[in-house]
């Protein structure tokens, strides 16, 4: 499933506890800060095992995501633009809203 590698990775990153989105105020300031720390330990560790491939940063807000990312092939560096936004709506995806009204709507309960 997971290779002992990755779950290493993974094992020094904090988990993130807290379930909101930029609609609810307080909790999803807490919510940054748990992924901007989680960011930054990612970051700090890669830098320590000289595998650094990325910058990110956002707007104020948490909602608008950019920087670069990039990757070394054959002594060429080749980089890319990142840029990102967290839907409003987030954690919950529109597949799941969407599915929900597919399932009421054809719910032979109607």
Not at 73 to 90: A, G, N, R, S, W
Request: aromatic letters at 14%; hydrophobic letters at 30%; glycine letters at 4%.
């Amino acid at each position: 499933m997971v290779d002992e590698a990755t779950r290493k990775t993974l094992s020094g990153i904090p988990l993130l506890k807290t379930k909101a989105g930029p609609r609810d105020k307080a909790l999803w300031v807490q919510r940054l800060k748990e992924e901007y720390q989680s960011l930054i330990t990612y970051v700090e560790n890669n830098k320590s095992t000289d595998n650094d491939w990325f910058r990110l940063e956002s707007n104020k807000e948490g909602t608008r995501w950019f920087g670069k990312c990039w990757f070394i092939h054959e002594l060429l560096k080749y980089e890319f633009d990142i840029e990102f936004d967290v839907p409003v709506t987030y954690p919950r995806s529109e597949e799941r809203r969407v599915g929900k009204e597919c399932r009421s709507r054809w719910s032979p309960y109607h």
